[in-house]
């Protein structure tokens, strides 16, 4: 029989209790965008570059989610 690991604290495997949630507003995306460029640049004031550079990304993401966001809106209003 094949050994099962311990189950951590706070980990769940039924799948069904999660959710995604629906599509993210521009004000979570700002938000988010600002947090992830103010850790960004924390860490590159701290001399970290590794973690800079991953939370740039991060912030990267977001920011592509708020132009994505805007360019769908504007479509929607030119037609």
């Known amino acids: ?6 189950k951590r604290p706070g980990q769940n495997t ?3 209790k999660f959710h995604r949630p629906e599509a993210q507003t521009p004000q979570n995306a700002r938000r988010n965008y600002d947090r992830y460029l103010a850790l ?3 860490e ?3 001399g970290d ?5 991953n939370y740039y990304q991060h912030a990267e993401h977001y920011l592509r ?7 769908r809106a504007h ?5």
Not at 1 to 6: C, L, N, Q, V
Not at 75 to 79: D, F, H, K, L, T
């Open 14 to 16: 039924n799948s069904s």
């Open 40 to 42: 960004a640049q924390a």
């Open 1 to 6: 029989m094949p050994r099962r690991m311990p």
């Open 75 to 79: 479509s929607g209003r030119a037609s």
């Open 65 to 71: 989610t708020m132009h994505e966001s805007a360019a």
């Open 49 to 53: 570059r590794i973690a800079a550079e």
């Open 44 to 46: 590159a004031r701290s």
